[in-house]
């Protein structure tokens, strides 16, 4: 495929002059660089965005399940746990909720820590 006729041409790495600098790459205002924090602050505000935009990454509802299926209502309580399901979207709240229905009903006794009590309060935080 060829670049757009107004495209700049591609610069082979290799052949760079100098090297790419993270105050060209960085947005910043005022004469000085980012601190540690600022830029930490940056990155945590564009993973707040994209949690917001698709939800948590799948080994995180993964992580969650397992959790449920071997713990039940018990593992709410823990830390982890209660920061997985803050990352979840609604959309996958949801299905998080079905599976565990879905699980309950076609392996009858598997898991145990499925119960009415655990779907209940699941439903309670949708």
Not at 1 to 11: F, N
Not at 64 to 84: D, T
Request: charged residues 30%; glycine residues 6%; proline residues 9%.
């Amino acid at each position: 495929m060829l670049p757009a006729p107004d495209a700049p041409a591609p610069v082979d790495e290799a052949q760079r002059d100098e090297p790419v600098r993270l105050v060209d790459v960085l947005p910043y205002s005022g004469e000085r660089f980012p601190t540690a924090w600022q830029l930490q602050a940056m990155y945590e505000a564009a993973l707040q965005r994209e949690r917001q935009k698709y939800g948590a990454a799948p080994t995180t509802v993964e992580a969650l399940m397992v959790g449920f299926r071997s713990k039940g209502v018990a593992h709410l309580q823990e830390p982890n746990c209660r920061r997985r399901l803050a990352e979840l979207s609604t959309a996958q709240l949801r299905e998080v909720i079905k599976q565990l229905i879905y699980c309950r009903k076609t392996y009858p006794g598997r898991d145990p820590g499925i119960g009415d009590e655990l779907l209940l309060k699941l439903e309670e935080l949708r």
